[in-house]
């Protein structure tokens, strides 16, 4: 229990389990810190006006003693010590010991007001412990909690009962001529006697309301810094994963877990880069890195933009799906859209680089549709999903088969069939149909579309 109370009052952001968050991170959190410590001003400033509204409104506030009025006098101050306080932590990030010291005056000010009611109204002591002016002490309590740092409701609860302690032994013991000490709960709330058992009641539970208080505030704080650190991992990821992607894998999860698969329809598209391989050679490393990056970023949002995902890249080689991570009813048309797109995309490439005196390079590209099982495979530690089927192994005998055809984009005649039945249309499309096509690897022939053609030289 003890290293629990010492993590919450000292903790916050500094024990030695904690997570070790960036610096970024961190200065947003303080950043939100200093944006409640002006919510909690302003919650005070509408506190005290109520309060004082209240205070003067209620009949009989000023009739029974003229001469001792102090209330007034603590409304004043408190509001001008709200206002100066909202003036600094608009100008100023406050320092951990102004803040407590903010709390200490808060519980403080709402002592000596309700202290001072047994003056303004001429009754003994006792008389003030019937005040529900002592619920306002849970408000300045809970008011702590929107900075998600336990030690200052903690410290709000303690000085609260401290204070209340303080008010109880001053009736018992301070004051001349003892209060009547009674065990009857009718007596004690219609006269001024005191009930010991009420006043511990009202004790314990601003104890207890504190202690809860906190201890959720410190499992929230510690769930939240989680969250932000796997937050900030995904977002590390981004720098690798597109964050589409990482959204669809997450999806993804949720429908399939480790070790189950599930049956698709998908489209496959399959990509490379012609001569890629003698061309590469004559590139420094740097050079090399830098061509695959320029050939990635100018096609991998094509692919994207028609709800397509990266399964991974093989070198020059890109793989995609269609409908695979996130189940699709226009699959086979947005594959072929993208591929259409990818080809004018390859084309403004070339013409770029001739610009530039750089060697043109073209592209191939496959693809095929069908039916796919989807599925996660890995341990707990890492996993990754992945699609069999054979319409994925179909895609990469299919891109080799455009260098038997001498063409830069093939799709099996499906495909086109699928993507007309999925609303693809266009007047511009000149297809060119290969039909009954014998390709290596596979034991039948094919009916095969061309996509695009030969770029001619």
Known sequence: MLPVLGRILWGDGERSDALVLPDRIRANI?????????????????????????????????????????????????FVFTILRLYLV????????????????????????IWSFHLQYDQPPSFYLKAPTLLY?????????????????????????????LMFLYVILVEPGNPMITRDYVQYLTTNSVLIGGELDKIISIVMVTGILALAISRARGLLERSVAEGDKARSLSRFFAPAVIEQMAAAEKEVSLGQG????????????????????????????CLIVDYQSRMVPIIRKYNGVVDRFEG???????????????????????????IEAADAWTVERQANGEIPINVGIAVTAGTIIFGIIGDEQRLEYTIL????NLSAKLEKHTKAENVRALASAEVIARAKEQGYESSTDNFRALPG??????????????LAEQVKT
């Open 30 to 78: 303080k950043r939100q810190q200093q944006d409640s410590e002006k919510l909690i001003g302003w919650i005070q400033l509408g506190i005290v006006s109520i309060f004082s509204t209240l205070y003067a409104v209620s009949p009989g506030a000023f009739t029974i003693s003229n001469n001792i009025r102090l209330v007034p006098y603590i409304l004043i101050t408190y």
């Open 90 to 113: 608009y100008r100023h990030t406050l320092p951990g010991w102004f803040i407590s010291l903010s709390v200490i005056a808060d519980i403080a000010l709402l002592m000596i007001t």
């Open 137 to 165: 002490i849970f408000i300045f309590i809970a008011l702590r909690a929107l900075r998600f740092e336990a030690r200052y409701v903690v410290l709000a609860g303690g000085v609260s009962a401290l204070g209340w302690v």
């Open 262 to 289: 599930t049956e698709r329809e998908a489209a496959i598209l399959m990509m490379d880069l012609r001569g890629f391989t003698p061309f590469s050679q004559n590139l420094s490393p740097n050079d090399l890195i």
């Open 316 to 342: 020059d080689g890109i793989i995609a799906s269609f409908g695979s991570v996130r189940e699709s009813k226009t699959y086979a048309a947005d594959v072929v859209k993208a591929t259409l797109e990818l």
């Open 389 to 392: 089927g054979d319409c994925v």
């Open 437 to 450: 096509r014998a390709v290596e690897g596979v034991d039948h022939t094919m009916d095969l579309v061309v």
